[in-house]
């Protein structure tokens, strides 16, 4: 076997994935990629966006430069007959070596910032029809999706870590709110709290008082705490994207809000009951249209999106009622059922036949829900 990456995979001084390990996964994605191209008559892939990138480097290269762009500062070429390079500019080339491809087996290939030359380069190279995951002239469509939604045993270490840093930070500042902070403020908190451990905060939805009853998708927009908080957000590193939520309630909790948390945790849970293998979206959409009418809020699933698989997309695909994907093993879940107030969020992970969580905060208050004899716990709000 080629040896695909030489170093592990350590954080603070902790390795998640030794060399051995890594080298398995890299080796392992790079045939699968391989033998997609033999079964499609290409040439190559050209990969460029950033979840892709991510993927087929086992987590160890980040090229983001803009945050919110979907490429980075460099592409990835795989070809059919095994090749791999990397495409750059050569102001951007020092860095990408010594920080992000330096121990990996890629091949570089550079140009100026003003003349990229990727495209006709990768053409070339793949000798070949070549496909894309972003639109390029002359190339077909690449959806890599299938290729990676099963995670690997070391993509689920890394996860594991990004879940319960994200946790623990949420937590962290779930814990210093205080009323009369604004929307802001709780916004900064957090992201200070999740760039501090080295992870990229990529949603940001934190709502106050009516604002959590009125809205679906609170962005921030500066209101100020009276009694009520939510702190709902999604992290990323590795290229691996978590989400959670949170709330903060300063007095006890009204009983009518306390219900629709509850309804929502038994929602949550009848959705983690079905996510098994073979188990399509619109079978799961009817699971939570069902549940939703269960607990007497009829209709409620009109009014957002439940969630579905997450991984390297902080959702992969939402459950629709004719949805036709299909649930893998080895896949990760981010359901959000919400009762006008009352939500639930977490990541979890699906692994044969069980639910494992990612973003476990036991330190919170703690909602039972049970279904089919299988308990599924979700966050209640932390009273003050």
């Known amino acids: 076997m080629s040896k695909r990456i030489a170093k592990d995979l350590a954080v603070n001084g902790t390795t998640l994935v030794p060399q051995s390990a890594w ?67 050569e102001n951007e080339a020092p860095r990408l070596h010594d920080e992000e491809f330096g121990a990996l087996d890629f091949e570089p290939v550079l140009f100026p910032w003003y003349a990229d030359d990727t495209l006709e380069s990768a053409k070339k190279l793949a000798g070949g029809p070549l496909a894309s995951d972003t639109p390029q002239p002359g190339t077909t469509s690449a959806n890599l999706f299938p290729l990676r939604q099963s995670l690997s045993e070391t993509e689920i270490a890394r996860y594991k870590w990004l879940g319960a840093q994200t946790a623990a930070a949420t937590a962290e500042s779930l814990d210093a709110v205080e009323p009369g902070m604004s929307e802001y403020d709780l916004e900064a908190m957090t992201a200070a709290n999740l760039l501090k451990r080295g992870i990229l905060p990529s949603v940001y939805l934190y709502a106050v008082d009516d604002r959590i009853f009125k809205y679906k998708h609170a962005v921030a927009r500066g209101a100020r705490l009276k009694q009520y908080g939510m702190l709902n957000l999604c992290t990323r590193k590795f290229g691996l994207a978590i989400s959670i939520t949170r709330f903060v309630h300063f007095g006890k909790l009204p009983a009518e809000l306390a219900s629709r948390f509850q309804s929502a945790a038994n929602v949550n849970a009848a959705l983690l009951d079905a996510s098994r293998v073979g188990a399509t979206s619109a079978q799961l959409f009817k699971v939570a249209q069902d549940a939703y009418t269960a607990e007497g809020y009829p209709g409620e699933e009109r009014f957002h999106h439940q969630g579905g698989p997450t991984g390297y997309g902080e959702r992969e695909w939402v459950a629709t009622p004719n ?51 299988n308990a599924y716990p979700a966050a209640g709000a932390l009273i003050k």
Do not use: M
């Open 23 to 89: 080298n398995d996964e890299l080796e392992r994605k790079h045939q699968k990629v391989v033998e997609w191209l033999k079964s499609q008559k290409l040439g190559g892939v050209l990969i460029r966006r950033n979840e892709n990138v991510a993927w087929i480097t086992g987590g160890a290269v980040e090229l983001r430069v803009l945050t919110p762009a979907e490429t980075g500062v460099a592409a990835i070429l795989v070809t059919a007959e095994g090749k791999r390079y990397y495409f750059t500019t």
């Open 323 to 373: 949805g036709t994907e299909t649930v893998v093993n080895n896949q990760a879940f981010a359901w959000n059922p919400s009762i006008r107030g009352g939500k639930a969020e977490d990541t979890v992970l699906l692994r044969d036949g069980k639910i494992e969580w990612l973003t476990a905060t036991p330190e919170l208050p703690v909602i039972n829900a049970t279904v089919n004899g």
